[in-house]
Nanobody, 119 residues
């Protein structure tokens, strides 16, 4: 069964850092767009960042530009989201998802990992 598994969430103080991981099993991340999304209580899910594994191109939401970095480790079949200078408003459940090239939607989703930024 195809799976995406997120890890790395937790509690961090404002200004701190976390690195989230999105590991794929039973399929290769080659030729997928991998996206990170988040959903805070009472709010709609929003896109945070994505990476096109075919060419390495990346994009970021304005709210995280300059603070978050998305990257991929081919050998580990894993995508990371390095989150720096965290703010209280970054608190949310973070999900990764995979969209095959040519698809109009994200085909696979992980179960999510909680990130809480609080002093």
């Amino acid at each position: 069964q195809v799976q995406l598994v997120e890890s790395g969430g937790g509690l961090v103080q404002p200004g701190g850092s976390l690195r989230l991981s999105c590991a794929a099993s039973r399929f290769s991340l080659d030729y997928y767009v991998i996206g990170w999304f988040r959903q805070a209580p009472g709010k709609e899910r929003e896109g945070v960042s994505c990476i096109d594994t075919s060419d390495g191109s990346t994009s970021y939401a304005d709210s995280v530009k300059g603070r978050f970095i998305i990257s991929r480790d081919n050998a580990k079949n894993t995508v990371y989201l390095q989150m720096n200078s965290l703010k209280a408003e970054d608190t949310a459940i973070y999900y990764c998802a995979a969209q095959s090239l040519g698809s109009s939607r994200y085909d696979y989703w992980g179960q999510g990992t909680q990130v809480t930024v609080s002093s």
